[in-house]
């Protein structure tokens, strides 16, 4: 797929202004709820219209407020599957996949046949949306949007009304079933984790503005923007300041941080993740570089991890800006005997340069 | 008790409501479709406003149209011989108008309350906009519309003022049920009003349970 946004909306009390340009079979746009990711799938879709500027999805004109292109959606192929999955409620399932379809009744029934049967959803053709299940209800809209071969599959946050423990099982059901499909697809989601698994580029939206586009494992590593970073899931960003080349004061933890990659004059933020910490002995502390001695202000537990807050021993003006969260396994932290004091060591990779 | 006035009344109200209904319906689909607010919030007025205004001054403004004095009644008559004035398709036009705002504003309603998702699905499924009208707006808005359309019929069967005005009150030709109440009365007959009374009050009941009918009745696939 090959897509060319560069689009401006105002809507009420809010303001869309997405631009990028992307190839790829899986493309992902990430971004906080609210932050206008549906409404810029709507513009693709053509089912909202934007105030002006182009959208050119593989060589086609969708868009072009210039030369007063507004293509119709119904002439666009493109398939979207919508955040309630939008069934028709007075339709059963089998008329809801075949509502569209133009074709002869035996055509028809056959289609119907195959479609019922790929998302596995044999019994169930009489039944009304809200007669069967969530899971359901999403394999049905599925079926729906891919039983007119679109060119694009648009997926709005595809999981998000799903319960959490049904989640898991469904997304690798749904990864399944797009296998069926031969085409590219488009998705949206507020989830990392959901796009890291489902798509090979990213764009990340914040406040209806994209800020970054590229390889989703590449953006995650190294997101280069203090958006980009918060957004993909950073939990420690603080304001810095490069002292040298190869030396940076990090403001709210106050230590200085020292790098053998050269550091841009330009970097404004570190970050560093919240898994990315490496707990150290303290005899072997002494003489490592990087090393922050930690008291422990609060613990969190959750069902795999501990959320560890905690805070530069050298600090001398405390606020809860100064916290630093780590994440650590749980038997590693349950072995340890002193749970007050700990020695944190940032490795060099961890270090995220922000602008 | 003439039989008359009844079968006037109903021949009036039913070929008013078909008028109404598809008016109504027509009217309600373009002020949705309509982007500019503005626009919208006018035509709104205008074509609510027979709902507002004493039916008297209705008729005062449909006989300045359709009086054979002014210009488009002259023009009827002169060139179509049709005179509209005191003649029974008057109590139609006065009935449509009248009852016309209840058949717009509730079916306006009831296609407003259609998921917007839902028409947006549709038309990325390459569904044209007139059958996504036919196959899904009006489905899932059937409710309103018909509660609308009933409710309509009602106030067309029991239009008095416009139609006095407009169609005056001529026995056999344009005397509906209210207006032979009225005349009964004036004529100091009171049993005779209270038959058309009565056949007025059943109507009228059994209109309104079936809007109950149609309001509450539950639909299949909500189950």
């Known amino acids: ?355 | 008790m003439q039989m008359s006035p009844i079968i006037i009344s109903m021949k009036t109200a039913s070929t008013a409501i078909a008028l109404t209904f598809l008016l109504g319906l027509f009217a309600a689909r373009c002020i949705v479709k309509m982007k500019s607010e503005k626009t919208k919030m006018i035509l709104d007025g205008l074509l609510t406003l027979p709902l507002v205004l004493p039916p008297t001054v209705m008729g005062f403004l449909l006989l300045l149209v359709f009086g054979v004095n002014r210009p488009f009644g002259n023009f009827l008559l002169q060139f179509l011989g049709i005179k509209i004035v005191f003649s029974w398709t008057a109590t139609v036009i006065a009935a449509t108008v009248i009852s016309f705002p209840l058949m717009y504003r509730s079916a306006r309603g009831a296609f407003e309350q259609v998921d917007q998702n839902l028409i947006m699905a549709a038309r990325t499924l390459g569904i044209s906009d007139r059958r996504i009208f036919w196959r899904i707006i009006m489905p899932l808005a059937l409710p309103g519309v018909a509660g609308g359309g009933i409710l309509a019929f009602a106030r067309g069967l029991g239009e008095f003022g416009a139609t006095a005005m407009i169609a005056g009150n001529i026995e056999d030709k344009t005397r509906t049920l209210p207006l032979a109440i009225y005349t009964e009365v004036a004529a100091g007959n009171m049993k005779a009003a209270s038959y058309y009374v009565i056949i007025v009050l059943l109507i009228s009941f059994i209109v309104v349970v079936l809007t109950n009918y149609f309001s509450m009745k539950e639909r299949k696939y909500l189950k």
């Open chain 1, 1 to 355: 797929m090959s897509l060319l946004i560069d689009i401006k909306k105002k809507v009420k009390g809010f303001s869309l202004d997405i631009t990028f340009n992307t190839d790829g079979e899986y493309l992902g746009i990430l971004g906080a709820s609210g932050s206008g990711k549906s409404m810029t799938l709507k513009c693709i879709a053509g089912v909202e219209t934007p105030d002006e500027g182009r959208i050119v999805l593989n060589g086609k004109v969708f868009f072009d407020s210039e030369k007063k292109i507004n293509m119709k959606p119904q002439d666009r192929n493109i398939g979207y599957l919508f955040q309630n999955y939008a069934l028709f409620p007075h339709m059963t399932v089998e008329e809801n996949i075949c509502i569209g379809l133009k074709l002869s009744q035996k055509e028809k029934e056959q289609k119907i046949n195959q479609m019922i049967e790929s998302f596995h959803l044999t019994g169930l053709e009489k039944k009304y949306p809200n007669q069967i299940s969530g899971g359901q209800q999403q394999r049905v809209a599925l079926a729906r949007c891919i039983t007119y071969k679109p060119d694009v599959l648009m997926l709005d946050e595809p999981f998000s009304a799903l319960d959490s423990h049904l989640k898991e099982q469904l997304q690798t059901g749904v990864l399944e079933l797009l296998k069926l499909y031969e085409g590219e697809v488009l998705m949206v989601s507020h989830s990392r984790n959901e796009i890291y698994r489902f798509c090979k580029k990213l764009v990340i939206v914040d406040q209806g503005s994209s800020v970054l586009f590229g390889d989703t494992k590449q953006i995650f590593k190294q997101p280069k923007l203090y958006t980009a970073a918060r957004i993909t899931g950073c939990k420690n960003i603080s304001r810095c300041e490069v002292l040298s080349a190869h030396s940076v004061r990090i403001v709210d933890w106050e230590l200085t941080l020292e790098t053998e990659k050269t550091i841009p004059k330009y970097i404004k933020y570190i970050g560093i993740r919240a898994h990315d910490f490496q707990m150290i002995d303290i005899i072997k502390g002494k003489d490592e570089k990087n090393v922050v001695e930690c008291s422990v202000k609060k613990i969190i537990e959750d069902v795999f991890e501990y959320n560890i807050f905690v805070e530069n021993k050298k600090i001398k003006k405390a606020d809860s800006n100064n916290d630093i969260l780590y994440k650590v396994k749980k038997d590693e932290w349950d072995n340890r005997i002193d749970k007050e004091n700990l020695y944190l060591k940032i490795p060099e990779d961890a270090v995220l340069l922000l602008e």
